[in-house]
């Protein structure tokens, strides 16, 4: 009797032991699976973080390339421009004799424009008010652009009726002169030749002056 409890007693202990044991296997494996899952988070989250740094350091460097190629368009937009400056510069003259009766005219400066290519056009207008007829003027010898080192360049061509003018009307036109593109400053010289009068025009700030030469 005593034998066959101690026999029970032993199946009963080692039954406690193998159930301990298959418990403390499956907690172990659990615990090792929740780290490979942690492991496995921390990897997929480090290939975002770098995907997304990636991502925003290439954007960053696109759109700094991009800014200067703006810059440079923009530029080369204003170099290319037109300059205009009104003026209000008057004169007296007197018409050609290829007319006659002659006639005293008063001849308006209105505007003058630079363009790229260094073409001077200057804008005039010419009164006959005291004219009793037809008459004319050859405004190359009253609109010219001083040279202080030799002689005056005078207009490549001119636009406007100003070879035949009725009497008291009012005539348009422009002289245009060629220079040097790169030029940006010149002197204008209008009026008869022994009463000229002289300006000044400046196409980097846009403005003129009269000037004293000689």
């Known amino acids: 009797m005593n034998k066959n409890r101690s026999?029970?007693?032993?199946?009963?202990?080692?039954?406690?032991?193998?159930?301990?044991?298959?418990?403390?296997f499956f907690i172990l494996f659990q615990k090792i699976s929740t780290l490979e899952s942690l492991d496995s988070q921390d990897v997929t989250s480090s290939a975002s973080i770098s995907t997304s740094t990636n991502t925003n350091l290439n954007s960053?460097?696109?759109?700094s390339?991009?800014?200067?190629?703006?810059?440079?368009?923009?530029?080369?937009?204003?170099?290319?421009?037109?300059?205009?400056?009104?003026?209000?510069?008057?004169?007296?003259?007197?018409s050609s004799p290829n007319l006659q009766p002659q006639?005293?005219?008063?001849v308006l400066v209105s505007r003058v424009?630079?363009?790229?290519?260094?073409?001077?056009?200057?804008?005039?207008k010419v009164f006959t008010d005291s004219a009793t007829s037809y008459s004319a003027v050859d405004l190359s010898n009253l609109v010219q652009i001083f040279?202080?080192?030799?002689?005056?360049?005078?207009s490549t061509s001119i636009t406007g009726a100003f070879k035949a003018m009725p009497p008291q009307s009012s005539v348009d036109g422009v002289a245009n002169?060629?220079?040097?593109?790169?030029?940006?400053?010149?002197?204008?010289?209008?009026?008869?030749?022994?009463?000229?009068a002289f300006y000044q025009f400046?196409?980097?700030?846009?403005?003129?002056?009269?000037v004293t030469v000689g």
């Open 177 to 196: 002169f060629s220079m040097d593109p790169s030029v940006t400053s010149f002197i204008l010289q209008v009026g008869p030749s022994d009463n000229a």
């Open 7 to 24: 026999l029970r007693n032993l199946y009963v202990v080692l039954g406690v032991m193998v159930v301990l044991m298959v418990a403390g």
């Open 65 to 94: 390339s991009s800014t200067p190629v703006e810059t440079t368009t923009t530029a080369t937009s204003s170099q290319v421009s037109p300059v205009s400056i009104n003026s209000s510069i008057l004169f007296n003259a007197t």
């Open 113 to 124: 424009t630079k363009t790229p290519d260094g073409n001077i056009a200057v804008t005039v």
């Open 103 to 106: 006639a005293k005219l008063t």
């Open 202 to 210: 400046d196409f980097t700030n846009g403005s003129y002056k009269p």
């Open 147 to 154: 040279n202080p080192s030799g002689n005056n360049v005078t």
């Open 60 to 63: 960053s460097s696109s759109s």
